[in-house]
């Protein structure tokens, strides 16, 4: 998301279909990306992701789970799922 962001102009430039991949079994997929190592807060980019999703309507399916694997390590703080 982040990077296809930062390519487009700004988040509100994509569609959900910009940044989503459809895997074997139709497992559906997005990367939310950061900023570049040692420059801002990884925790920026998982946020700004999950708000985009959530303004494209991408919980709005019938979904049977949704998996967030974070990285453990952000240093910014102030990040909790």
Known sequence: VMHLAAEAG???DLEL???LSVGFGGVKCVESGGPEPGVGCAG???ITAINFLEE???YDE???FVFY???GDVVCGGFAM
Request: proline share 0%.
């Open 10 to 12: 700004s988040v509100e």
């Open 17 to 19: 279909d910009d940044v």
């Open 44 to 46: 920026r980019g998982v």
């Open 56 to 58: 494209e309507g991408a």
């Open 62 to 64: 019938d979904l049977d």
């Open 69 to 71: 694997d974070v990285l």
